[in-house]
């Protein structure tokens, strides 16, 4: 609705757009309370925030002075006639061109994060604050100076040109992923909010591949690594909530689904000359769909994570590798090229360390566990290291 | 860090009658020897990899075939890598698998 509204009459309104939205579903809570809720909720909502809109423009200059000659230019140049309808394609639309602009270079991508939270997801404030585990001013905060960004950089609300798309693309497909990972590999206890997070990512990838412009190959691969992740998300988590590692997953408990159209979105992505980093995290996704431990899936897996490394390093690929590498080849091989990682303030790289040194030097392989355990960070973390000293004495 | 390129020389090899799975072999060793670098974050980018037939231009026009019988050494390809000093870079080049086809690795600073 915010969406709608800002592409309408210019981001430069986006606070008044939310006000708006905000006011119109106060009004529904109250006036449904009343008189029940309306036969369709929908078009109730679009309805009030449509009257609400034109008449705050209407009552003020600005409508005047600087919406008018605004929404004559636009409709000189894009021929449209008085086009402000919530319909269904102008909302896919407007949320789509917002996902661009939000995604523009001028913003941070914390903040990108937090305004596609706020205004295409309808995240609240305390939601997004729990979600980065920070607090509502800071968030608020945030937020704020990255809508006066966008109202100073006179960010405009409509696709960029064919070329711009191409290299804001690759922007919006990172924020997507962010706000996936965000989700999936967030602190939060929330349940409930970190799967509407992934669940959100995956609605804006699947909205990128509705237009043919961002329906790129790439776009495809970045939705099947979101499908093939989320499909283990039941399985990650205990009853306790505490986390479960990939080798004591329930299989029973994988979303199948979810897996099936992750290989429909893999098959998809599979057009074209480019092979980005999501089409090689999602096929590594996709081997960890399969249980069986053999060396011919970690051979795949150590080949697609020694490619992607070469395309971008991340230290989490690089002992991913490593561990692929141990699987593969044998403890003998992998330790030399552990070591040389170096990832000293990292406590998977010591569990690495450890795990591989468990059939060579037991001594060093505890030696290793106690300073992954010196260095993790929750408690949940530290007992599963416990755990693993405990298994070796 | 500075850039440094990494030369590959190998004796020349008659590949035509190995098989797939010691052409697969040898893939593999090379994949894996550069996915280590790249695991350092210090891998930059790939040179051409260079198919063995080709031609060799000498003073006079003179024209000859590979594969270069008469070339003790030739040229396999090249990767650019990333790294604190020369010393680190040689560093970087140990468990290349050329050496192990009695190869060479030069090792030289992209000048800047």
């Given at each position: 609705?915010?969406?709608?509204?800002?592409?309408?009459?210019?981001?430069?309104?986006?606070?008044?757009?939310?006000?708006?939205?905000?006011?119109?579903?106060?009004?529904?809570?109250?006036?449904?309370?009343?008189?029940?809720?309306?036969?369709?909720?929908?078009?109730?909502?679009?309805?009030?925030?449509?009257?609400?809109?034109?008449?705050?423009?209407?009552?003020?200059?600005?409508?005047?002075?600087?919406?008018?000659?605004?929404?004559?230019?636009?409709?000189?140049q894009q021929d449209n006639t008085d086009e402000f309808s919530f319909s269904q394609q102008n909302i896919k639309d407007s949320q789509l061109q917002m996902l661009?602009?939000?995604?523009?270079?001028?913003?941070?991508?914390?903040?990108?994060?937090?305004?596609?939270?706020?205004?295409?997801?309808?995240?609240?404030i305390d939601e997004i604050a729990e979600a980065f585990l920070s607090n509502k001013e800071t968030i608020n905060k945030r937020l704020f100076r990255a809508k006066?960004?966008?109202?100073?950089?006179?960010?405009?609300?409509?696709?960029?040109?064919?070329?711009?798309?191409?290299?804001?693309?690759?922007?919006?497909?990172?924020?997507?992923?962010?706000?996936?990972?965000?989700?999936?590999?967030?602190?939060?206890?929330?349940?409930?909010?970190?799967?509407?997070?992934?669940?959100?990512?995956?609605?804006?990838?699947?909205?990128?591949?509705?237009?043919?412009?961002?329906?790129?190959?790439?776009?495809?691969?970045?939705?099947?690594?979101?499908?093939?992740?989320?499909?283990?998300?039941?399985?990650?988590?205990?009853?306790?909530?505490?986390?479960?590692?990939?080798?004591?997953?329930?299989?029973?408990?994988?979303?199948?689904?979810?897996?099936?159209?992750?290989?429909?979105?893999?098959?998809?992505?599979?057009?074209?000359?480019?092979?980005?980093?999501?089409?090689?995290?999602?096929?590594?996704?996709?081997?960890?769909?399969?249980?069986?431990?053999?060396?011919?899936?970690?051979?795949?897996?150590?080949?697609?994570?020694?490619?992607?490394?070469?395309?971008?390093?991340?230290?989490?690929?690089?002992?991913?590798?490593?561990?692929?590498?141990?699987?593969?080849?044998?403890?003998?091989?992998?330790?030399?090229?552990?070591?040389?990682?170096?990832?000293?303030?990292?406590?998977?790289?010591?569990?690495?360390?450890?795990?591989?040194?468990?059939?060579?030097?037991?001594?060093?392989?505890?030696?290793?566990?106690?300073?992954?355990?010196?260095?993790?960070?929750?408690?949940?973390?530290?007992?599963?290291?416990?755990?693993?000293?405990?298994?070796?004495? | 860090?500075?850039?440094?390129?990494?030369?590959?020389?190998?004796?020349?090899?008659?590949?035509?009658?190995?098989?797939?799975?010691?052409?697969?072999?040898?893939?593999?060793?090379?994949?894996?020897?550069?996915?280590?670098?790249?695991?350092?974050?210090?891998?930059?980018?790939?040179?051409?990899?260079?198919?063995?037939?080709?031609?060799?231009?000498?003073?006079?026009?003179?024209?000859?075939?590979?594969?270069?019988?008469?070339?003790?050494?030739?040229?396999?390809?090249?990767?650019?890598?990333?790294?604190?000093?020369?010393?680190?870079?040689?560093?970087?080049?140990?468990?290349?698998?050329?050496?192990?086809?009695?190869?060479?690795?030069?090792?030289?600073?992209v000048f800047a």
């Open positions: 609705m915010v969406a709608v509204i800002s592409k309408r009459f210019g981001l430069q309104h986006i606070e008044i757009a939310e006000d708006i939205v905000s006011e119109t579903f106060l009004l529904a809570t109250e006036n449904w309370k009343t008189k029940g809720v309306p036969a369709n909720p929908a078009a109730w909502l679009y309805t009030v925030a449509k009257q609400k809109t034109l008449s705050y423009f209407r009552r003020n200059k600005i409508f005047e002075d600087k919406v008018i000659p605004e929404i004559n230019r636009k409709q000189e661009f602009a939000i995604c523009t270079p001028a913003i941070a991508s914390e903040a990108q994060i937090g305004l596609a939270l706020r205004i295409l997801c309808g995240f609240g006066e960004k966008l109202r100073t950089e006179q960010i405009q609300l409509s696709f960029p040109a064919e070329n711009e798309i191409i290299k804001r693309l690759d922007n919006v497909l990172h924020i997507i992923y962010l706000l996936f990972s965000e989700g999936y590999y967030s602190k939060t206890q929330n349940q409930i909010l970190r799967k509407d997070l992934c669940i959100e990512a995956l609605r804006l990838g699947v909205m990128l591949t509705e237009y043919d412009r961002t329906n790129l190959p790439k776009t495809n691969a970045l939705i099947a690594l979101m499908c093939f992740h989320s499909s283990r998300f039941d399985a990650r988590q205990s009853g306790e909530g505490e986390l479960i590692l990939y080798e004591q997953q329930d299989e029973e408990l994988w979303n199948r689904e979810l897996i099936s159209q992750g290989i429909h979105f893999l098959n998809l992505s599979a057009a074209g000359e480019e092979l980005s980093t999501y089409h090689l995290e999602a096929r590594i996704a996709y081997c960890h769909c399969t249980k069986e431990d053999t060396t011919e899936k970690w051979e795949e897996i150590l080949q697609l994570y020694n490619q992607l490394l070469m395309i971008s390093y991340s230290p989490a690929a690089a002992l991913n590798r490593t561990f692929a590498l141990y699987k593969a080849n044998g403890a003998e091989p992998a330790l030399p090229e552990a070591e040389k990682l170096k990832l000293e303030d990292n406590h998977f790289y010591f569990v690495l360390l450890g795990e591989l040194y468990s059939d060579i030097d037991k001594s060093k392989a505890i030696a290793c566990f106690e300073r992954a355990k010196a260095l993790a960070k929750t408690p949940a973390e530290q007992q599963l290291i416990q755990l693993k000293i405990e298994r070796l004495h | 860090m500075k850039d440094f390129v990494f030369i590959f020389r190998q004796p020349s090899y008659d590949y035509s009658n190995s098989s797939a799975e010691e052409i697969a072999a040898i893939n593999k060793k090379w994949n894996d020897w550069i996915g280590g670098i790249a695991a350092q974050g210090k891998f930059k980018s790939h040179g051409a990899r260079l198919e063995v037939p080709g031609k060799v231009l000498k003073p006079g026009g003179v024209v000859t075939d590979g594969p270069f019988v008469e070339i003790r050494e030739r040229l396999g390809g090249f990767i650019v890598v990333t790294a604190d000093s020369l010393d680190e870079a040689t560093t970087l080049a140990h468990g290349c698998p050329a050496l192990e086809a009695d190869g060479s690795v030069e090792i030289r600073p």
